[in-house]
């Protein structure tokens, strides 16, 4: 399964679009890129999931260039309510593995 | 809907003692598994299971013990509690392994002294 790679920490401030880019070098032609959130004291949200070029939903952009090789999960205009840790997970729709979390992203909401 | 239920919420242990961490679903999903999750670290997979009857080991199973009798049903347990043993447990189900929507319950906040 494709190893990914994403930054610790981010910090940002009220208002302002983030973007969190996630690395998977690795990534086979049968593997889904897949974004989670987990809030303090609570257990991972599913955000987003996609394949390539880009996806939308009520959450988040979710942006896969051609080479597959990495992603970027976009969240417009954050708030508070964003703070949370976001994983980027990388899932064979095969069915064959479960899902690997990584240590994952630390956004921090600034007012 | 309730989704996935996790009890107790909150737990502590003496050394030695064995306890049952409690998980159930209500979706009618087939995959269903168990994650540890330690401080500043992401989750690590205990053990999975693919269907009733089903079951096998992740990544960090050595202490744990899992059954799965019913769909719904999918209980931890740990057989002789351990300081290391301390730690957040997420039971998550999914419609079916490799399904990446999976459901994560609250968490149960287990510490062994």
């Known amino acids: 399964l494709a190893k990914t790679t994403q930054p610790i920490s981010m910090d940002s401030y009220e208002g302002q679009e983030v973007n969190i880019t996630c690395s998977h070098n690795?990534?086979?032609?049968?593997?889904?890129i897949t974004w989670y959130q987990q809030f303090p004291s609570q257990g991972p949200r599913f955000i987003i999931q996609?394949?390539?070029t880009k996806v939308t939903n009520e959450v988040a952009s979710l942006f896969i260039p051609a080479d597959r090789k990495s992603s970027t999960l976009s969240l417009p205009r954050v708030s508070l309510s964003d703070t949370a840790v976001y994983y980027c997970?990388?899932?064979?729709?095969?069915?064959?593995?479960?899902?690997?979390f990584g240590k994952g992203t630390r956004l921090s909401v600034i007012a | 809907n309730a989704g996935v239920t996790q009890t107790p919420k909150f737990q502590v242990l003496k050394t030695g003692q064995s306890m049952t961490l409690q998980c159930a679903q209500d979706?009618?999903?087939?995959?269903m598994s168990w994650y540890r999750q330690d401080p500043g670290m992401g989750l690590r997979l205990i053990h999975y299971?693919?269907?009733?009857?089903?079951?096998d080991q992740g990544e960090v199973p050595n202490g744990y013990n899992v059954s799965r009798s019913t769909t719904e049903d999918f209980p931890l347990r740990l057989l002789s509690a351990a300081p290391s043993q301390t730690s957040v447990y997420f039971c998550?189900?999914?419609?079916?392994?490799?399904?990446?929507?999976?459901?994560f319950g609250q968490g149960t906040r287990l510490t062994v002294v």
């Open positions: 979706m009618n999903h087939e995959y």
């Open positions: 998550a189900s999914s419609l079916r392994r490799g399904n990446t929507e999976a459901f």
């Open positions: 997970l990388v899932v064979s729709y095969s069915g064959n593995t479960p899902l690997v």
């Open positions: 299971s693919v269907g009733a009857g089903i079951t």
């Open positions: 996609g394949y390539k």
């Open positions: 690795n990534i086979a032609t049968n593997d889904y």
